[in-house]
């Protein structure tokens, strides 16, 4: 099966080449969106795809869904915006409000929002800093916390975000994480977790005293490194270490928030409390905008204009994440999460029977990883096996997308129904085995190159 690319797309795409920076772009495939529906793209040659993607896990409540659009167009003919750093407006009022009504932690609160996740990370260590007056920061191996200086400090994923680009923040201390697949060769995912805390207590006895550690930085569930989840205990264990010596908690709920695990938040899974939360992607449906929400103490530590960005709050913003928010809760769409992940978790978990190169499958709700192997035993990435595999499934109709190397990124809008989710795991399967069977050329690995 070959996809045939026409002149129109590969026009659009070589003008992309001549006038953009490819720093902006981890490619997949010569896919030109027109339109999108629901759990449905088209492109502008017609073709409609299955959207495994969510724009990188941003439509939690699918494309277009007519309260989001009928939200927006409201707003557009009252005012496009004035920049709240200034003035006053009510959707920036009552959407702040809604957050600090649906987020974790059982204290004051108050909340900035910001443009992208990344400028929020960034605001949540600047925050974390002026409370506590203290430098440094300690997150995790592996983890994956956005693009600009502040966030790629932060990030322990890529040396490739990181290259030439130094110096970045400095007093930054990265410790490792518990990986509940290739961590956990001869003993249990609780013991590997232990081995992480007891890496950051020796961390704390040697070299780095507590005193001076502003936060500690995590994902509930780590993400881009190919969704890790952590033993039951191991946040507890963190947190006690940290109420002990003044350390903050910074949860960056970037990709996890806004229903994405079957929570509205993934930290409710781990029973504790942040004092810093981050939050994006999903919260506006698509509008720009994310944000930070904190104890109150924490944000009367430091003053205007700390953190505040012209377009954030923007007023059309606010007003579809408001409706993002009501959706989630009307449409009961974490219940959905829980019931179609159950049943993809489940689909997946079966052909490991069948496919040498499923080696792993693990997720909440509907954030679900699947690891592709070249060997069970020795647990090997394969990389090009997970690209060729996402390939056919574009041929095929359905937009795919992997992270960590060599895991199948699956995260669909949170509206999907059990017949979409069954043809889309059709389609996958049928691409494992025609990737395995080598009917996928090795010519696709010159395009699809991934994260």
């Known amino acids: 099966m070959k996809r045939i690319i026409t002149e129109m797309t590969n026009d659009i795409i070589d003008i992309e080449k001549k006038y953009m920076s490819y720093t902006t772009r981890v490619p997949y495939f010569p896919l030109v969106v027109d339109e999108a529906k629901g759990l449905t793209v088209t492109d502008i040659e017609g073709n409609e795809f299955i959207d495994f993607l969510s724009s ?31 003035m006053y407006h009510e ?6 409000q809604k957050i600090v009504e649906i987020t974790p932690g059982n204290y004051e609160k108050r909340v900035a929002f910001g443009i992208s996740g990344s400028s929020s990370v960034d605001g949540a260590i600047k925050a974390a800093k002026a409370y506590t007056k203290r430098s440094r920061i300690v997150s995790f191996l592996r983890s994956y916390h956005g ?23 400095s007093d930054v201390y990265f410790i490792p994480y518990p990986d509940s697949y290739r961590g956990n060769i001869g003993m249990s995912i609780d013991d590997v977790g232990s081995n ?38 191991f946040y507890k264990e963190l947190e006690s270490i940290c109420r002990k010596s003044g350390i903050l908690l910074i949860a960056d709920e970037v990709q996890t928030g806004f229903g994405r695990t079957g929570k509205m938040f993934a930290t409710e899974y781990f029973d504790i409390e942040p004092d810093i939360l981050v939050f994006g992607k999903a919260i506006a449906s698509g509008m720009p905008l994310s944000g930070i ?13 700390a953190h505040f960005f012209n377009t954030a709050g923007n007023p059309i913003s606010c007003v579809a994440a408001i409706e993002t928010i009501q959706i989630i809760k009307d449409e009961k769409l974490m219940d959905n999460a829980n019931k179609i992940g159950e049943y993809i978790m489940s689909r997946f978990t079966s052909m490991m029977d069948e496919y040498e190169c499923v080696g792993d499958v693990r997720g909440k709700g509907l954030l679900i990883g699947v690891d592709i192997v070249k060997n069970r035993s020795t647990k090997e990435r394969d990389i090009k096996m997970t690209a060729k595999i996402c390939w056919r499934c574009w041929e095929k109709g359905l937009i795919l997308a992997f992270f960590s190397g060599s895991v199948l990124r699956i995260a669909p809008p949170l509206t999907i129904s059990i017949d979409e989710a069954k043809k889309a795991i059709d389609i996958i399967e049928e691409s494992i085995k025609e990737a395995e069977a080598g009917l996928v050329s090795d010519e696709v690995l010159e395009v699809i190159k991934g994260w």
């Not at 959707?91 to 702040?96: F, G, Q, S, V």
């Not at 040396?159 to 110096?167: A, F, H, Y």
């Not at 007891?198 to 993400?223: H, M, R, S, W």
Request: hydrophobic share 40%; aromatic share 6%; with cysteine.
């Open 293 to 305: 929400v904190a104890r109150k103490e924490i944000f009367e530590s430091w003053g205007a204009p």
């Open 196 to 233: 992480c805390i007891n890496y950051f207590k020796e961390l704390l006895e040697t070299v780095l005293p507590a005193d001076e550690i502003a936060a500690v930085i995590y994902e509930p569930i780590q993400g881009d490194a190919g969704v890790l989840i952590p033993p039951n205990g």
């Open 147 to 169: 693009t600009t200086v502040g966030a790629i400090s932060v990030s322990g994923i890529s040396l490739g975000m990181r290259k030439d680009i130094g110096p970045l923040m």
């Open 91 to 96: 959707p920036h009022t009552k959407l702040a």
């Open 56 to 86: 990188a896990a941003v439509i939690n409540t699918g494309h277009n869904h007519p309260r989001i659009v009928e939200a927006i167009k409201k707003q557009v003919d009252k005012c496009i915006h004035y920049t709240p750093a200034y």
